[in-house]
C-alpha cells in the first residue's frame, strides 16, 4: 500500500539550514507530485510547494520561494526539502503527502501523508 | 496568493446534530477545493476534493457543495468519531489553506 516514510527530528540554530526526506513507496513514484505542507504546533496547515518527480517542476508558495528548495531522487524514491537561513518561527512539523497526479491542478493536494517531521529552531 | 478563509473558528454540536463549515476563497477557484479532517493528535486526512466528491472511505453523512468563491462541508448526523479540526484547501494554481474549524462534542 501507499506510504510515505519521512526522516527523524530536528534541531537547528536560526539561520541554519534543515533537510528532510520523505520516502514513498507502494506506488509509481513518477506518476504522483509530491506536495510539502507544516504546521507549527496548534496552529493550522500551510501549504508550502509542490515538486513532480518525473519532470522536476516545482511551485512554492510566495513566502518560502526564495529559501525553499525541493528536489527528488527517481532510483530511491525520496523527496527532500531544503529550507534555509531558519527562524524560530520555522519551528512546526514538516509533512510530505503524494498528491492526486502530476497534473497542475491536483498537484498541490495530499492524499496520503507522512508521518511527519519535527523540526525545531532554537 | 489566494486567501482561504474559513468560518467558524470553532464549533460544538450534540452526536446526531448537524454540522457546517463555510470556506471562502479570495478569487474563484471553479471547484478546485479539497477538505481535509485532522484528528487530534493525527496526520490530516483527504476527505472530499473536486468541492463535492468524497473519498471512498468517507462516510456518506459528509458532504461537500459549492462553486467559484464559496464553499460548505456539512456533517449530518454528528459521531463522536467526528472529533477533529476540518481545513479546506483551494488547490488549482497556488494551493493554500483556510485556517480550519475545530469541530467539538457538546
Known amino acids: 500500500q501507499v506510504h510515505l516514510a519521512q526522516s527523524g527530528p530536528e534541531v537547528r540554530r536560526p539561520g541554519a539550514s534543515v533537510k528532510v526526506s520523505c520516502r514513498s513507496s507502494?506506488?509509481?513514484?513518477?506518476?504522483?507530485?509530491i506536495t510539502w505542507v507544516r504546521q507549527a504546533r496548534g496552529h493550522g496547515l500551510e501549504w508550502m510547494g509542490w515538486?513532480?518527480?518525473?519532470?522536476?517542476?516545482?511551485r512554492f508558495a510566495q513566502k518560502f520561494q526564495d529559501r525553499i528548495t525541493l528536489t527528488t531522487d527517481t532510483s530511491t524514491t525520496t523527496s527532500y526539502m531544503d529550507l534555509r537561513s531558519l527562524r524560530s518561527d520555522d519551528t512546526a512539523v514538516y509533512y510530505c503527502a503524494r498528491s492526486m497526479g502530476t497534473a497542475i491542478s491536483v498537484a498541490g493536494t495530499g492524499d496520503y501523508w507522512g508521518q511527519g517531521t519535527l523540526v525545531t529552531v532554537s | 496568493d489566494i486567501q482561504m478563509t474559513q468560518s467558524p473558528s470553532s464549533l460544538s454540536a450534540s452526536v446526531g446534530g448537524r454540522v457546517t463549515i463555510t470556506c471562502r476563497a479570495s478569487?474563484?477557484?471553479?471547484?478546485?477545493l479539497a477538505w481535509y479532517q485532522q484528528r487530534p493528535g493525527e496526520v490530516p486526512k483527504l476527505l472530499i476534493y473536486d468541492a463535492s466528491t468524497l473519498r471512498s472511505w468517507v462516510p456518506s453523512r459528509f458532504s461537500g457543495s459549492g462553486s467559484g468563491t464559496d464553499f460548505t462541508l456539512t456533517i449530518n448526523s454528528l459521531q463522536p468519531e467526528d472529533i477533529a479540526t476540518y481545513y479546506c484547501q483551494a488547490y488549482n494554481t497556488v494551493p493554500a489553506f483556510g485556517g480550519g474549524t475545530k469541530v467539538e462534542i457538546k
Open positions: 478569487q474563484g477557484i471553479s471547484n478546485y
Open positions: 507502494g506506488y509509481p513514484f513518477n506518476h504522483y507530485a
Open positions: 515538486i513532480n518527480p518525473h519532470t522536476g517542476r516545482t
